[in-house]
């Protein structure tokens, strides 16, 4: 069984551009979530989608935005680009369907912002 | 609001040692607990979790952790640390029976020296 496929692996963006990112579950996934990863901050949580609804949301601002398709493959965008954005944005999904569900991680996506 | 407090950013044993790696919550709601890990250029990995079954939890690699409510703690342990798990913990809680939208501690590096 493939795993959390995340794409592109790595991103070079300069200031005020836009991005998105791409990940794809695991085949019957059907809850998809989003993070970012820094030095500073660490692991913060920025979105869940299940069922293409949002259905949890972290304290981000509007330029960070995401979206599920139908096959559950989830997309982020991140407009007007900050040099603070510059992080490892990883996605994890799972299969939702008991108590404390496993979630299984993407290796990230590494977005530079220069 | 749900946190998570990881004391010490950096642990250092030796091979053999026991591992103590400390995670104290906050929550307003019986919370669900988790620790992950990520080994270097990998994906984070769930070690075990707590979803009020058993307050002594057993994970993989032979990782346990104890909830205990007084202490408002949820510890990890292994009795004999091998060098394989040099890795970075992360402590996690999340108030939602999925186990999604996780709320991460800044993470614990894990030294092993021979």
Known sequence: ??????????????????????????SGHRSVSWYQQ????????LFEYFSETQRNKGNFPGRFSGRQFSNSRSE?????????DSALYLCA???????GEKLFFGSGTQLSVL | AQSVTQLGSHVSVSEGALVL???????????YLFWYVQYPNQGLQLL????????????INGFEAEFK???????????????????EYF?????????????????????VSS
């Open chain 1, 1 to 26: 069984k493939a795993g959390v496929t995340q794409t592109p692996r790595y991103l070079i963006k300069t200031r005020g551009q836009q991005v998105t990112l791409s990940c794809s579950p695991i």
């Open chain 1, 38 to 45: 820094t030095p500073g901050q660490g692991l913060q949580f």
């Open chain 1, 76 to 84: 982020m965008n991140v407009s007007t680009l900050e040099l603070g």
């Open chain 1, 93 to 99: 999904s799972s299969a939702d369907r008991g108590l």
């Open chain 2, 21 to 31: 790696l400390r995670c104290n919550y906050s929550s307003s709601v019986p919370p």
């Open chain 2, 48 to 59: 075990l979790k707590y979803t009020s079954a058993a307050t002594l939890v057993k994970g």
């Open chain 2, 69 to 87: 409510k007084s202490e408002t703690s949820f510890h990890l342990t292994k009795p004999s640390a091998h060098m394989s798990d040099a890795a």
């Open chain 2, 91 to 111: 402590c996690a809680v999340s108030d939602n029976q999925a186990g999604t939208a996780l709320i991460f501690g800044k993470g614990t590096t894990l030294s």
